[in-house]
C-alpha cells in the first residue's frame, strides 16, 4: 500500500484514467489513482462510446475537438488499439425549432474549426439507410465525429500513467478525506491513509459524497441509461455513422455486426440502480416505428444500464475548490464524460501545475450555481 503521495485522484474511469496519467507524463511525482473497484467498472464501462464535437456550448465544441485529437493519435501516443471508427455524427431533425438551432450550432462549430454542416433529409438516408425521412425536415452531420471502445481507452490511460511512473490502486475504496484548516491532508482507503495534500475528485455519478468529505457541495445527480445490443443486420454499411433522431433521443450505430440502440427515458428518477428493465421498451419502440422501423424487425441480444452524472444545467463541473485547497473536481459530464476525457485530463493537469489550460474553464466551476450564471448545453442525448 502506498503510504503518501503527491496526488490522489479519485475514480477509475475515463476522466480520472486520463488526469493521471496526463500528470504523470507531465512529470509529477508519486500520482496515485484509487478505484474501490476494477478500472473502468462505473459509467465508463456502460457508455454508448460516441465521441464528437458537435455541441451547442463553445466550451464544449473545444473539448470535444481537442478530444477528438487525441483520440485519433491514441494508438501512437499510448500503443492502444481503441476501436475507433471516425463515421460521424448523424443528427436528424424534425421541427423549425431543431433547425434553427442546429444552424446556430453548425455556424459556431465551423468558426472553432469543427466540419459539421447542415444537410436535407435525401443525404441523411445515403448516409444512414435504415432511417425513414417521413416528418424529416434537415440533419446535422460531421465527419470527424464518431464512436470507439470506453474500457480500451481506459486501460490505455491507466498503462500509460504506470510507465509514467503512477501507481493504480485498485479495489481501494475512499472512506474519507483528512483535513487540517482547510487544507488537506491524507485520504483515508480500506487499504491504509495516504499521505497528501492535493485530491482530484474523478468520481463520476459518485462525486457528490467525494466532495461531502471536504465540504464541497459537488451537485451531481446519477441517473440510470439503458443500451439494447441487436442481432447481426444483413448489409449493415460499414460506415454508417452514429445516427440520432433528435425529437425522440433514439439513437444507433454499429456494434460489431449488430447495432447499439438506446434512448433517453423520462419516466427514469435518479438513482444508483443499473439493473435493466423493459418500461421503456415502449416508447423505444415507437420512436423506431417513426424514425427507423426497418430496426422493429430486429431481435435484442443483449444490453446493459449505466449511469448519467447529471448535474442541474447538463453541463460539466471542472475546477478548484476555493473553500479547501487543494481540491481539485472534473465530474458532472451529464453524458459527454467519455468523449471529452482526453482533453479533460489536461485541463486538470494544467490547473495543478498552475499552466493556463488550451480553454478557459472557469465557466465551467461548481460556483455558478450560486452566482446564478448556468451554462447550458442543447445538444444532449
Given at each position: ?5 503527491r ?6 474511469g ?22 474501490r ?52 455524427y448523424?443528427f ?12 446556430a ?9 469543427v ?30 465525429d ?37 487544507t ?12 497528501t ?20 457541495d ?12 441487436t ?7 460499414p ?15 454499429s456494434?460489431g ?18 439493473d435493466t428493465h ?9 420512436a423506431?416505428?417513426h424514425r427507423?422501423?426497418?430496426l ?14 447529471i ?6 463541473l471542472?475546477g478548484?475548490?476555493?473553500s ?46 450560486t ?11
Amino acid at each position: 500500500m502506498i503510504r503518501s503521495a503527491r496526488v490522489v485522484v479519485i475514480g477509475g474511469g475515463v476522466i480520472g484514467t486520463s488526469i493521471a496519467y496526463h500528470l504523470a507524463a507531465a512529470g509529477v511525482d508519486d500520482v496515485v489513482l484509487v478505484e474501490r473497484d476494477e478500472l473502468a467498472s462505473g459509467s465508463t464501462a456502460r457508455a454508448a462510446g460516441g465521441v464528437r464535437a458537435q455541441f451547442s456550448d463553445e466550451l464544449n465544441i473545444q473539448l470535444g475537438a481537442r478530444s477528438l485529437e487525441a483520440f485519433g493519435r491514441f494508438g501512437q501516443d499510448l500503443g492502444h488499439d481503441i476501436g475507433l471508427h471516425r463515421v460521424g455524427y448523424l443528427f436528424l431533425l424534425s421541427t423549425p425549432d431543431e433547425v434553427a438551432q442546429f444552424e446556430a450550432g453548425v455556424q459556431l462549430q465551423n468558426d472553432l474549426g469543427v466540419p459539421s454542416r447542415l444537410i436535407d433529409p435525401a443525404e441523411a438516408q445515403r448516409l444512414s439507410p435504415l432511417i425513414s425521412t417521413d416528418g424529416l425536415l434537415a440533419a446535422a452531420f460531421s465527419p470527424d465525429d464518431g464512436h470507439c471502445t470506453p474500457e480500451s481507452v481506459v486501460h490505455g490511460y491507466a498503462s500509460g500513467a504506470r510507465r509514467h511512473g503512477a501507481t493504480v490502486l485498485r479495489n481501494c475504496e475512499v472512506l474519507g478525506i483528512e483535513t487540517w484548516r482547510d487544507t488537506i491532508t491524507a485520504v483515508v482507503t480500506g487499504k491504509g491513509r495516504i499521505v497528501t495534500d492535493t485530491v482530484v475528485c474523478a468520481a463520476g455519478a459518485w462525486s457528490r459524497s467525494v466532495g461531502a468529505m471536504v465540504g464541497v457541495d459537488l451537485p451531481v445527480e446519477p441517473l440510470r441509461r439503458q443500451i439494447a445490443v441487436t442481432e447481426p443486420v444483413p448489409g449493415l454499411p460499414p460506415d454508417l455513422p452514429m445516427t440520432i433522431d433528435f425529437t425522440s433521443s433514439l439513437y444507433f450505430h454499429s456494434e460489431g455486426p449488430g447495432l447499439l440502440v438506446g434512448m433517453s427515458d423520462p419516466d427514469e428518477r435518479p438513482g444508483f440502480a443499473t439493473d435493466t428493465h423493459d418500461r421503456w421498451i415502449p416508447r423505444l419502440y415507437e420512436a423506431m416505428r417513426h424514425r427507423a422501423p426497418s430496426l422493429l424487425d430486429l431481435r435484442r441480444t443483449g444490453g446493459w444500464a449505466g449511469l448519467y452524472e447529471i448535474t442541474p444545467d447538463h453541463n460539466a463541473l471542472i475546477g478548484e475548490a476555493g473553500s479547501c485547497s487543494r481540491f481539485l473536481y472534473a465530474t458532472g459530464f451529464s453524458g459527454h464524460g467519455f468523449l471529452q476525457g482526453p482533453a479533460v485530463g489536461e485541463v486538470v493537469r494544467d490547473l495543478y501545475l498552475g499552466r493556463v489550460p488550451f480553454v478557459d474553464i472557469s465557466p465551467l466551476s461548481v460556483d455558478r450555481f450560486t452566482a446564478d450564471a448556468l451554462r447550458p448545453e442543447a445538444n444532449l442525448v
